[in-house]
């Protein structure tokens, strides 16, 4: 079975800080996913990857950076916390660019 | 810009009857449609992946089916239980992105 995992579960944080939130897949997929899901907005893309280095913004990137150094491994980062980024972060993969996606269990992020 | 509509937002049915649940989306070149389902406060479990090419796809007691050409996907549990009891996300994908729902709340009373 495919097996996304997230760094954390719970995170709260200040305003200003900088934040990692940190996605590990081990089925060798090639591309990454971040969404964020708020009540009434639903989820939406921030960043992903299809390939160790690369990235793409999604239809959300302001405020947000990604990081993928190794395959398995895609980082996002909040260089700045803002109240307006207390969300839950959710991060997938996928085999290729049309194969199903699998999502890890969620960070729920508070920005205080 | 693709929209994708679940209707209708919320169900809660007696234990054993069957489910229908609805997604239409706007623009229908999609490569493929995928169901999940959402338990509060957790990630999302992937169910069913319909490719643009099918007319259905069968996983147990689900069934969903896809109509391209009318944007429309279902989603049918057969003989609901209250382990059935979430929230059911459908995302269809264009250009290697998926858009998603906002999602059907399900609610199976025992």
């Known amino acids: 079975d495919v097996k996304v995992t997230q760094s954390s579960r719970y995170l709260v944080k200040r305003t200003g800080e900088k934040v990692f939130l940190e996605c590990v897949q081990d089925?060798?997929?090639?591309?990454m996913f971040w969404y964020r899901q708020d009540p009434g907005l639903g989820l939406r893309l921030i960043y992903f990857?299809?390939?160790?280095?690369?990235?793409e913004k999604g239809d959300i990137p302001e405020g947000y950076s990604v990081s993928r150094e190794k395959k398995e491994r895609f980082s996002l980062i909040l260089e700045s916390a803002s109240t307006n980024q207390t969300s839950m972060y959710l991060c997938?993969?996928?085999?290729?660019?049309?194969?199903?996606?699998?999502f890890g269990p969620g960070t729920r992020l508070t920005v205080l | 810009k693709q929209e994708v509509t679940q209707i209708p937002a919320a169900l809660s049915v007696p234990e054993g009857e069957n489910l229908v649940l609805n997604c239409s989306f706007t623009?229908?070149?999609?490569?493929?449609l995928q169901w999940f389902r959402q338990d509060p406060g957790k990630g999302l479990t992937s169910l069913l992946l319909?490719?643009?090419?099918?007319r259905e796809q069968t996983s147990g007691r689900l069934n969903a089916s896809l109509d391209k050409s009318s944007g429309r996907s279902t989603l049918y549990i057969a003989a609901s239980q209250p382990g059935d009891s979430a929230t059911y996300l459908c995302?269809?994908?264009?250009?290697?992105?998926?858009?998603f729902g906002a999602g059907t709340t399900v609610t199976v009373r025992a």
């Open positions: 623009d229908s070149a999609i490569y493929n």
């Open positions: 995302a269809v994908m264009n250009d290697y992105k998926l858009s």
């Open positions: 319909i490719q643009s090419s099918q």
């Open positions: 089925m060798d997929h090639e591309n």
């Open positions: 997938a993969s996928s085999l290729a660019e049309f194969n199903e996606q699998f």
């Open positions: 990857s299809y390939d160790v280095k690369m990235k």
